[in-house]
């Protein structure tokens, strides 16, 4: 196996593109329905199967008439005759068109089935604040489908992890929310082993520390990690741990982490308010009240729509520097 130093640079872009071609040629029964997804509409809007229907035919990467309802009730159908589709929804915002095929028969025949039926299918959505796209196509609604018992939850923050997490996702037998993150697209970091999978639910400390933990996933852990490296320079050490998985997400590498450090900040783009962040919180006191030397710090977007204005998207998004403060703070402003 190669070593992480051997191996070249590729955008996140890149390794979803590897990971979904290694699918579609390890099983017939995998494919890829959305709009424009084909070679001959340019492989999706921002091409991430670009080449797919070319090399493995246009009856399995197949672009769809404009109807997120459409696709994905027609993956349903598809895995529930053995089949593992991919639906891709060009933006995160525009699940909500479909919000019925996914919360009340993706998420759900199997527990009304009494096990019988599996929905293996990967929805793959877009999103994140950056580009001024404004407030209908840049929400991170994370916090509604962990909210719906069947679904499971997965992003990355780099591009290895995108290709190991997707291809997990493809191969589960329970159907899986896959959120690619517009604004990493392109950003360059270490290559995938090809083929390789990345446990679902399993957390990963990006860093190890001894101060405070922060927890994130996304964009936002790399935010984190540059707030880790200006808290460094004062002698605040602080671990960082990736999600991966966000539901079900990783309690016992959480719980272990602020156990040991004994203050955390949970850390998310999506509106701080019913966030994913509250849930994280909320168990890390319950669990670990006692042991705790601050309550635990939320950083999150302000409960509002995300604007177009550059300046005020700029404001929207958590930075190093809101995650810098937070920590201070569980440390008594150090």
């Known amino acids: 196996m190669s070593t992480e130093k051997s191996r070249k640079n590729i955008s996140a872009l890149q390794s979803l593109n590897l990971a979904l071609d290694h699918a579609l040629a390890s099983d017939p029964g995998v494919i890829i329905l959305g709009e424009d997804v084909a070679d001959p509409e340019d492989g999706g809007v921002m091409g991430v199967t670009k080449g ?10 197949r672009s769809t008439p404009i109807s997120e309802q459409a696709i994905i009730g027609a993956c349903i159908g598809a895995s529930m005759v053995g089949m593992r589709p991919v639906a891709e929804i060009m933006l995160m915002n525009f699940t909500t068109v479909a919000m019925d095929m996914i919360v009340n028969h993706a998420a759900k025949l199997r527990f009304m089935s009494g096990g019988q039926t599996h929905v293996p299918i990967t929805i793959r959505a877009t999103t994140g604040a950056g580009f001024s796209t404004g407030g209908q196509h840049a929400d991170y609604l994370e916090a509604w489908f962990a909210h719906t018992a069947g679904l499971k939850v997965v992003t990355y923050s780099n591009p290895a992890d995108a290709h190991g997490l997707l291809l997990s996702c493809i191969f589960d037998d329970d159907p899986c929310i896959f959120i690619e993150n517009l604004t990493t697209y392109f950003a360059p970091g270490v290559a995938p082993t090809p083929g390789e999978r990345i446990p679902l639910g ?133």
């Open 52 to 61: 797919l229907s070319t090399r493995h035919g246009d009856s399995r990467v």
């Open 202 to 334: 399993v957390a990963k400390v990006v860093r190890e520390g001894r101060d405070a933990t922060v927890i994130s996933y996304g964009p936002q852990v790399n935010a984190a990690l540059s707030a880790a490296k200006t808290l460094a320079e004062t002698g605040i050490d602080i671990e960082v741990i990736d999600l991966r998985t966000i539901a079900p997400f990783d309690r016992e590498s959480v719980l272990a982490s602020v156990a040991k450090t004994r203050r955390a900040v949970v850390v998310h783009e999506a509106v701080k308010p019913f966030g994913v962040g509250a849930e994280i919180s909320s168990v890390i006191h319950e669990e670990l009240f006692s042991r705790l030397k601050a309550p635990v710090q939320r950083v999150g977007a302000p409960f509002c729509a995300v604007p177009y204005s550059k300046p005020l998207e700029t404001a929207f998004v958590p930075s190093a520097a809101r995650i810098e403060a937070a920590v201070r703070k569980t440390l008594g402003g150090a």
